[in-house]
């Protein structure tokens, strides 16, 4: 019979990768903190509708990327493609709309996609909302935000900030008459992917990576052009504020983004490390979502980063965390005696030095095998019980690697002395771990 593996798209992360995966989350959790925003934890499972209403029905989600099934009572569910409309479903059901809030998310979205580099259909994102401020100081805060994680990721000098307003819902209208006019008389020459949207919702047809199709829109009507006063202003405001706060940004007068519901500004966060998923964040306004979802009139913006493109952001950018051995102490002991008592001490030893990484070997075996995974797990220190041991009270330490045995070696000392001795090492090898 042959193996089952995992569902295409859906990969296991690993062992060797969570440590670079906890240390983003980590980065992020105390930012955003450090910001104000706090954490809401949503289901992954959410009515089809809410996506079909908030993110549009004809765009590349809705139309061709969602995990819709239905429940044994018949109700059409979704697997959640992204966070946003959960979020503000939550916000609007459970009374957080009371201004300002700032909310922020992590965890598995799932779309249909063709799985490759940075591309899946289980992703992982983190996402940030907040609700009820219109003025364009909110736009600059979560810009800003984001630009400080490059920074303390160390990755700032990697990735470019896209700016565009894409304006009202009116202003939109109007431009897109503008575009659809143009266009049609084009209408052979689009690529076939564009010609369909050219129907249902030809401001994608900006984001169309099809050489062709983007040279024809260097001379369509640009956005920009169409844009009403107050958005115009907002986005005169939102880049005197990144000035004053030195963030450089590049303005993309086609940068739609790919769901209906924002307005306004919106801006991408894009990398040349990824290949072509170069989009490591984005975000915008949706000053219209939570009354379209049925709450009040709620101005709101947000953005989302997806944790896959990151991790591979820091590899290509050598910037992942040093691996960190799995013990610290690896604890050898022969004989039943032996075992108890290790068994015990190892417990007092945790209680002494929380945070230090203290391996016990189990299973059994020579001091022969016991000794080559004390090797293995990379601990610095074994700690090796045998029936002289027990006799006598003592325990002997040994060095595992070269640059801890100077001062280690090899030393039996008093049970009572353990603790001491250990503190006196730990000291010296500047292991952080345990030595509180
Ligand atoms: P793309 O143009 O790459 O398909 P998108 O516009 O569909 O991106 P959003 O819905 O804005 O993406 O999601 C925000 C972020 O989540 C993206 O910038 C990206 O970093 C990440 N992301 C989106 N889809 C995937 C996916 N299938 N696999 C991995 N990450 C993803
Ligand atoms: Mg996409």
Request: hydrophobic share 40%.
């Amino acid at each position: 019979m042959s193996n089952i593996r995992a569902i295409r798209g859906m990969s296991d992360i690993l062992p060797d990768e969570t440590p670079t995966w906890q240390y983003v989350e980590a980065v992020v959790r105390e930012l955003v903190a450090s910001y104000g925003y706090a954490e809401i934890r949503l289901p992954i499972v959410e009515q089809t509708d809410l996506f079909k209403r908030s993110i549009g029905e004809v765009t590349d989600i809705v139309e061709k990327e969602m995990y819709t099934f239905n429940d044994r009572n018949d109700d059409s569910l979704t697997l959640r493609p992204e966070g946003t409309a959960g979020c503000v479903r939550a916000a609007i059901q459970n009374g957080l709309l009371t201004t300002p809030r700032r909310l922020w998310y992590a965890g598995p979205m799932f779309r249909y996609e063709r799985p490759q580099k940075g591309r899946q259909r289980q992703f992982h994102q983190v996402g940030v909302e907040a609700f009820g401020v219109s003025t364009p100081d909110m736009d600059a805060e979560m810009i800003l935000l984001s630009a400080r994680l490059w920074q303390q990721l160390g990755v700032a000098d990697g990735v470019q900030l896209q700016l565009n307003s894409i304006g009202s819902l009116s202003a939109r209208a109007a431009y897109r008459q503008a575009l659809v006019e143009y266009l049609q008389q084009r209408r052979e020459e689009l690529d076939e992917d564009s010609q369909r949207r050219l129907d249902s919702n030809p401001l994608r047809i900006l984001d169309s990576k099809n050489p062709q199709t983007q040279a024809l829109l260097d001379e369509a009507p640009v956005l920009s052009a169409y844009l009403d006063q107050e958005s115009r202003d907002d986005f005169a405001r939102v880049r005197e504020l990144l000035d004053a706060a030195g963030v450089a940004y590049v303005e993309n007068p086609r940068l739609v983004r790919g769901l209906d519901y924002y307005n306004k500004t919106v801006f991408e966060w894009v990398t040349d490390r990824l290949g072509a998923q170069g989009t490591v964040c984005a975000g915008g306004r949706y000053d219209g979502l939570v009354e379209q979802l049925g709450g009040k009139s709620v101005p709101a913006i947000g953005f989302a980063m997806g944790i896959e493109r990151l991790v591979l952001l820091l590899q290509a950018s050598a910037q992942e965390p040093k691996p960190e051995p799995t013990a610290d102490l690896y604890i050898v002991s022969a004989g039943e005696g032996a075992q108890r008592e290790a068994l015990a001490v190892c417990e007092q030893l945790r209680d002494a030095f929380p945070g230090l990484r203290i391996v016990q070997h189990t299973g059994g075996g020579s001091f022969k095998s016991q000794f080559k995974k004390a090797d293995k797990s990379g601990a610095r220190l074994a700690l090796v019980w045998g029936d002289d041991e027990v006799a006598s009270g003592t325990v002997t330490l040994k060095a595992l690697r070269d640059e801890s045995g100077k001062q280690a070696g090899q030393q039996t000392v008093a049970l009572e002395q353990l603790q001491q001795t250990l503190r006196a090492l730990l000291a010296d090898w500047d292991i952080a771990r345990g030595s509180s």
